[in-house]
């Protein structure tokens, strides 16, 4: 029953629609006049932009800047350096492990030229590492002929020598001299202390500026056997 009343529903004129006649003169007029003033007024150029998307751009410029300042690491040039000390409070405090096989690979691409990759130096031109005396004892003698080179004539494991060895150190890291330091004193029959980088930043400190030691110089300061 329900059905047939729908059934007639549909045939009955709507309201507003046309009738069985089309639509009156009267409405065809009000129609077209709601038509009319639907329509968006002519307007020249753009749109404004939605004020709640001005918003979100300037949300995301301020989150960006935050996340900038905070994953930066103040923009500095050692960022990604993997042996420069980390600043970020979420890490923590950087502790430095005086590390052999970091120390091997830059004794190969620093010293071992001269040194040799066996520690053996070359005979009458340079000096052996292995068990030398100048390496083991006061880290101090070792940090300071790294940074600063020594040239002169002196007598090492009962050969003489008159070289000159560069300020190597003074392109390195503190770190990079620490490990090269740690490595060369436990390679080949040394074995003294490990070289932490804080003692290096010392040295270097207290050298300043200063030029090629004397052996005799170095000598004087660190005696050998201490
Ligand atoms: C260009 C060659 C050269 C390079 C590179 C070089 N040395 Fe030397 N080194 C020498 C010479 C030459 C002497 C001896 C200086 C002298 O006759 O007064 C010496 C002396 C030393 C001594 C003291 C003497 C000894 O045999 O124990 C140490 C320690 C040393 N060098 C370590 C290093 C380390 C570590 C490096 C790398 C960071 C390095 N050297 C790079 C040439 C070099």
């Given at each position: 029953?329900?059905?047939?009343?729908?059934?007639?529903?549909?045939?009955?004129?709507?309201?507003?629609?046309?009738g069985?006649?089309?639509?009156?003169?009267?409405?065809?007029?009000e129609v077209?006049?709601h038509?009319?003033?639907?329509?968006?007024?002519?307007?020249?150029?753009?749109?404004?932009?939605?004020?709640?998307?001005?918003?979100?751009?300037?949300?995301?410029?301020?989150?960006?800047?935050?996340?900038?300042?905070?994953?930066?690491?103040?923009?500095?040039?050692?960022?990604f350096?993997?042996?420069?000390p980390?600043?970020?409070?979420?890490?923590?405090?950087?502790?430095?492990?005086?590390?052999?096989?970091?120390?091997e690979?830059l004794?190969?691409?620093?010293?071992?030229?001269?040194?040799?990759?066996t520690?053996?130096?070359?005979?009458?031109?340079?000096?052996?590492?292995?068990?030398?005396?100048?390496?083991?004892?006061?880290?101090?003698?070792?940090?300071?002929?790294?940074?600063?080179?020594?040239?002169?004539?002196?007598?090492?494991?009962?050969?003489?020598?008159?070289?000159n060895?560069?300020?190597?150190?003074?392109?390195?890291?503190?770190?990079?001299?620490?490990?090269?330091a740690?490595?060369?004193?436990?390679?080949?029959?040394n074995?003294?202390?490990?070289?932490?980088?804080?003692?290096?930043a010392?040295?270097?400190?207290?050298?300043?500026?200063?030029?090629?030691?004397s052996?005799?110089?170095?000598?004087?300061?660190?005696?050998?056997?201490?």
């Amino acid at each position: 029953m329900n059905d047939r009343n729908r059934h007639s529903d549909r045939n009955r004129p709507r309201q507003g629609g046309p009738g069985p006649e089309g639509f009156s003169d009267g409405r065809l007029v009000e129609v077209h006049s709601h038509i009319a003033r639907d329509k968006q007024e002519p307007a020249q150029g753009f749109s404004m932009t939605p004020i709640f998307v001005v918003f979100l751009f300037c949300a995301f410029g301020f989150w960006a800047g935050l996340y900038l300042t905070r994953n930066s690491r103040g923009f500095s040039a050692s960022a990604f350096d993997l042996d420069a000390p980390v600043a970020s409070a979420s890490v923590g405090p950087a502790v430095f492990e005086p590390d052999a096989a970091k120390g091997e690979k830059l004794y190969l691409a620093n010293c071992a030229a001269c040194h040799q990759p066996t520690g053996m130096g070359l005979p009458g031109a340079f000096p052996p590492l292995a068990n030398s005396p100048w390496v083991a004892g006061d880290e101090k003698r070792i940090i300071k002929i790294i940074l600063v080179g020594m040239a002169g004539e002196v007598e090492i494991a009962g050969a003489k020598y008159n070289g000159n060895m560069p300020n190597v150190g003074a392109a390195l890291k503190d770190a990079q001299i620490a490990h090269i330091a740690t490595y060369v004193r436990s390679a080949w029959g040394n074995a003294a202390e490990p070289v932490m980088d804080v003692s290096v930043a010392e040295v270097r400190k207290a050298l300043g500026s200063r030029g090629q030691y004397s052996p005799k110089e170095i000598l004087e300061a660190h005696p050998l056997g201490k």
